[in-house]
Structure formats: structure tokens, C-alpha cells
């Protein structure tokens, strides 16, 4: 038996949990809220990320990884030497603040979109014009679903979304013009072995994933140019583990890389029910080093949300569970967590023989998920 660790408790460590255990892996998660998704699935060590008895008993694991990217690098720092972390401190501290990780992207060889560091008023100088006239600034750290990002089209705008933002170290990012927007995960090995998932797409609303569709409707190459763009950050990087990229699509079919996110993604869950490996058994097997290959849907497979929306009244607006249990080709997944607008309580995947019928279930699927 083997024992995997989780800085961590949300839907991602709930899932990744429930991958684990058919591989005789028992999870263990430090979390400090006691309502975690991950508690019902896993050994939860209800305390802070950086207490040091938590993190002593993560140290006892065979390996340890990490299902939020906002969790403080003194942790892993912390148990570095004495368990094996993967991905690395030195990872989550390019991918959680997202300045260095444009830079470290660049340096990697991918291309970002246009953007400005903004840490001081005087950033906020002829910046704008810079990127191209027209942008989004994003908190560095810290930001999810879309928050703490302000879209702005003149110096005014800029000047008063970083007001509204707290005046916190930001990155001004031009505003793409994207055909769509994928994403591919890749894992690595401590032993070197590189897989790929599938390359997904993925829609969203109001800064949140909304639905993600396999395969990605992109014209040729696109996958692969994705595969090599995540290998060689992958490999920049220095990855034992498991990271997932985001793309923007321009129309040409270039692919700029939009973040990183040093885990299993959202857009990945539609693997859990496509009948291949699902993203969390890959993250499982790439920590723990065992064998894994590329993995991706055996069928056309998509997912779907399920977020909190307040209603008129102010009462929750519930999914018509009924009618998405009675559709062919769903499967529901829960994640235990308390109703809260804009946030992200579930989610539906479909799967369908092939791509037209796909589409037309996902179609009569979305009104029903509010
Ligand atoms: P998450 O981590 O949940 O994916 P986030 O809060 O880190 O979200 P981003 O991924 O930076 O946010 O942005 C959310 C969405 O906003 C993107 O998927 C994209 O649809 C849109 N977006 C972000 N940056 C840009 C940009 N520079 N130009 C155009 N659209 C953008
Ligand atoms: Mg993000
Ligand atoms: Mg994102």
C-alpha cells in the first residue's frame, strides 16, 4: 500500500482520492477548512497548510503533491528533503504568481500575450498603449474563476480597476482576440516518462469554465504544437508530476499559452467518464512514479459545470437533476460543498458515440444547468 499526501482538500483532491484508492493508494489531506470536499474521501488533517504536526504527518507519506496553487511555498519548503514534492516548490512559485510565470513561460520558448508588470502608479504609465490599447489587469497572485481581474479600454479604466483591486502587484495582459481556447495537461515522471492528455476545449462565462468538449474542434497540428509547447515547459520546468496548460487559439491557429496550472484542471474532469485513464489517475500515477501513458477520452465527451446562481429571490436556482439523470450518456459528480453564487459545486459529463450526437446532447443538456 502506498500513501499520497494533499496540500489541498477541495473538489480536486476529492477527485484525485477517489482515483487513487482502486490503485491501493490511500490519500491523506491538509486542509484547513472543515468543510473540504476531500473529507469524506480522504484522511483529512484539519489545520492550517504550514502547521507543523500537518505537515510532519505529510511527511510520512511516499509522495506528496498539491491540488490548489495558492498554497504558501514555505509548505512544500517544508517538506522538501524529507518526502518527495511533486511538482516542486520552485514550480508552484512560477505558476502561482503570474508575472513570473509569463517570464518563465517565455524562457521556456511559448508565447504569452502582450503584458505589462504593474507593482507601482508609475507602471500604470503609457501601459495601456503597450499592450496593445485594449486589456485585462489580473491580480499576480491569488486570482481564480475570473476574479480579481478588471477588463479596461482607456488609462482611466486602468488607473480605477487597480484601485478596485487593492493597488496589489498586477499584470496588465492585451486583450486576445482568440478563435477559441484549449488546454492540455502533461505529466513526467521522477523516472522521465512524458504523457500527454487530450487536448480539450473550453468555453467560458463570466471568467468561469463553463463546459469543455473532447475532442477540440482545431484545425491540424494544433495538438500537436500543443504536446510540443507543453513538453518543452514540462522539461524547462523540470516536472515530476502533473501540470495542465491553457491555450488561446488565434486565427491563424497559433497557440499562445494563456496560464498554468500545476495540477489536474477543470477541463480535464470530462476524462473521468470518456472510458481512457482520467486526469487524476495520471497526476496519482505520475507522483507516485508509477507506469502511465497518454490519455485522453475513448469516446467524444464533454462537460458541463454546475454552479451556484442566486435566483430573483435570492434562492438558490437548482439543476433539473431529474431530467439530467433521465438524459442518455451523463454522469454526475458532486463535490459536497455549500451553495455559494458564481461557485463551482459540481459538474456533468456526457459522453456520446460520436461528435454530432455529442453536441446535440450537450445542447439539450446546458439548459437544464442554470
Ligand atoms: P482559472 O484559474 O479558473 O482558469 P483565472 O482567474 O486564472 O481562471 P484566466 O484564466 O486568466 O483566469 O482568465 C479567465 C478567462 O478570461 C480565460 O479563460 C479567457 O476566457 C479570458 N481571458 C483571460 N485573459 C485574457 C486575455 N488576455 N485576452 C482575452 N481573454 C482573456
Ligand atoms: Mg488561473
Ligand atoms: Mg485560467
Sequence with gaps: DLTLGILGGGQLAQMLALAALPLGVRVTVLEPDPQAPARLCARHLHAPYTDPAGLDELAACDAVTLEFENIPVEALAALEGRVPVRPAGS???????RAREKRALRDAGATTAPFE?????????????????????KTSELGYDGKGQARVGSDAELRAAWDALGRVPCVLEG?????????????????????????VENVHRDGILRTSVYPAQVPDGT???????????????????????????????????NEVAPRVHNSGHLTQDGGGLSQFEAQVRAVLDLPLADWAPLHPTAMLNVVGVDGPDGQPLEPDWAAIDAMSGTRVHLYHKAHRHGRKVGHVNLVAPDAATLRGRLAALAPLVP
Excluded: N, Y
Design 91 to 97: 514550480l508552484l512559485a512560477r505558476s502561482k504568481h
Design 117 to 137: 508588470v504593474i507593482e507601482a502608479e508609475g507602471d500604470l504609465d503609457g501601459a495601456l498603449a503597450r499592450v496593445g490599447g485594449r486589456g485585462i489587469l
Design 175 to 199: 486583450f486576445v482576440t482568440f478563435e477559441r481556447e484549449v488546454s492540455l495537461a502533461v505529466a513526467r515522471t521522477p523516472s522521465g516518462q512524458v504523457a500527454f492528455g487530450p487536448l
Design 223 to 257: 495538438g500537436a504544437r500543443a504536446r510540443e509547447l507543453a513538453r518543452a515547459v514540462a522539461d524547462a520546468w523540470a516536472l515530476e508530476g502533473l501540470i495542465t496548460l491553457e491555450f488561446f487559439v488565434l486565427p491563424g491557429g497559433d497557440l499562445l499559452v
